[in-house]
């Protein structure tokens, strides 16, 4: 189970860390139309009479999972926004406080001017 779990956070650090909402949209969508398919279902047997349908687990699974889908979709959006407000931000590095590391304090001060 660890493995498991190690191995979806490399995917998601890797392949998704800049583009959350293919991840989450692609649940999203998954789950969402489990949810509509048994909307539906649901619906044709209400229009063909075979009873009541209110009283039914799939209807309230049905809805369950149409909202879930919609709140992953939702949170990957958010993700997006989140992503693409701080595209510009973080990572920088600048070369001389690298020299200054590896040359010494004297030779990176005379590197700056």
Do not use: C, N
């Not at 049905?62 to 693409?84: K, N, P, T, W």
């Amino acid at each position: 189970m660890r493995g498991l779990l190690d191995l979806l956070t490399v995917l998601l650090l890797t392949r998704y860390r800049s583009r959350p909402l293919h991840f989450l949209g692609g649940i999203g969508l998954a789950i969402g139309a489990l949810g509509a398919l048994g909307l539906i279902y649901m619906t044709a047997l209400w229009f063909l009479g075979m009873g009541p349908i209110g009283d039914r687990p799939l209807l309230l699974f049905s809805i369950m999972a149409s909202l879930a889908g919609l709140q992953f979709i939702g949170v990957g959006l958010v993700g997006e926004l989140i992503v693409v407000s701080k595209g510009g931000q973080g990572g920088h590095y600048v070369l001389d406080d690298r020299r200054a590391v590896i040359d010494g304090p004297e030779e990176a001060t005379a590197h700056a001017r």
